[in-house]
């Protein structure tokens, strides 16, 4: 009876955690979420995402330098959106790499994309402000982390990743880590 008492507790507790966990939102369920879109700051850098899935799945999570965190799209099922870095002061940037989440297959990873920049002063306000620096199409994802080079010497403060196609998920897109050199 004691056992069976103390595996009971041991189940519930394990549920509990369980519960918590970013982990346990899986890309199936659909979700369309109300905030868009959402930015954080994390020192002088201003991160941005056209939507997000929760609360805890925000643009931060891809740029806390821990892959086993990520952002993830938020809907509508089917707008993947964009993810965006404002920094203080512009440059030109040289390169830039994308990692995966990695604790599902690669299902929600970027396919097709555009990188896009803005050179405004202030948080561009329109899509009219951003300019395409390069678009990729059918990238494979071998290892968890895709890397990629720039040829190109334009400044710009702002940096936004818009996705346009998934592996395999046709509703949403999610990104551990996101970094522009
Ligand atoms: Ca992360």
């Not at 939102?25 to 939507?51: H, M």
């Not at 994308?98 to 405004?120: C, H, K, Y």
């Not at 990104?175 to 522009?180: C, H, K, P, T």
Request: some cysteine.
């Amino acid at each position: 009876m004691k056992k069976d008492l103390f595996t009971a507790a041991i189940s519930i507790l394990i549920l509990a955690v369980c519960m918590s966990c970013d982990s346990s939102e899986t890309a199936s369920s659909v979700k369309t979420q109300t905030k868009s879109p959402v930015f954080e700051k994390s020192g002088d850098v201003v991160l941005g995402a056209k939507s997000i899935y929760s609360e805890s799945l925000n643009p931060l999570k891809f740029y806390d330098n821990d892959a086993k965190t990520f952002w993830h799209s938020g809907g509508p099922a089917g707008d993947y959106g964009w993810i965006s870095m404002s920094f203080s002061k512009p440059f030109a940037a040289s390169g830039y790499a994308i990692t995966r989440r990695s604790e599902i297959t690669a299902t929600q990873a970027p396919v097709d994309f555009i990188l896009e920049g803005a050179a405004s002063d202030n948080l561009p306000s329109s899509d009219a402000d951003w300019k395409t620096i390069e678009e990729k199409k059918g990238q494979k994802w071998d290892a968890v982390k895709n890397t990629y080079s720039l040829k190109q010497t334009d400044k710009y403060s702002h940096y936004r990743l818009r996705i346009l196609k998934t592996v395999s998920d046709k509703n949403h897109t999610s990104i551990a880590e996101w970094e522009v050199k």
